[in-house]
């Protein structure tokens, strides 16, 4: 079995990948990654627990709901079933439009919703989606704590918050972990974000640690131009020139190290976040049971310092350049 690391103040001893099942959710809302087959997703959960991976981090608005029911589905009757970490706080009206809310009647309609679909008795993180509105974190994050004193979820965490929001959440409830964006090509966490959650045992779980699949190796100039229109990445600057460019030659980096070591770019870029001490775990999106062999190797790969450097120099050069 892959090592673990403590996710934070909480009892979970979590490995560093976990499945990541934004995709998942299918088409047909506004951050979809398109079209999206049920079997395939179901398979990819399995295939990545066989693998090792004992977390799978879904939100109630992916696929608005529907990758809940599928994570469901997924580890019904499983032996070894793994954590589920799901996100409050990004709900939808009968338009299919996405309305934030914070409200605490809302987060506990919400958590009853999550339950259901996902077909378990508690979950085992619960997390805020986002740190909107602003002005109702307070009202938000006091329910998420009722919720746990309840036993509907066994720890609660928030996900995009900056320092100054989870200072405000400190003081009404402790905060197991933070979900932030976190990769070599998005790195705003690192001045501030980072070392705050290592000085107040937060538990750090990144999303996107391959840029929604920018660093894995698969992504070429022609295939994220050729982004179907109702994939969300189509309209992302980092899948757009003059980026793409540079991004793809930090892929051809990633690539050599990975040369040297048996490992695909892919798992290179994710043991690049790793490497940080205040990360605990990465969250790997996935749609396909194959995708989990380009993938796996990093729940125990690791980079040397001064790999780790060589990566980190790259893109700080690139990104001045």
Known sequence: ???????????????????????????GWQFSWGAQDDNDSIAAIRAAIDAGFNWIDTAAVYGLGHSEEIVGRAVKGLSRKPYIFTKCERTWDENRKIVPSLKAASIRSECENSLRRLGVDVIDLYQVHWPEPDADIEEGWTEMARLQEEGKVRWIGVSNFNVDQMKRAQKIAPITSLQPPYSLLVRKAEPEILPFTRQNDIGVIVYSPMRAGLLTGKMTKERAQSLPADDWRSRDKDFQEPQLSRNLRLVELLKKIGEEHGRTPGEVAIAWTLANPAVTGAIVGLRRADQVAGVAGALEFRLSPEETDQLSHFEASAATA
């Open 1 to 27: 079995m892959p090592s673990t690391r403590k996710l934070g103040n909480s009892d979970l001893e979590i490995t560093a990948l976990g499945v990541g099942a934004w995709a998942m959710g299918g088409a």
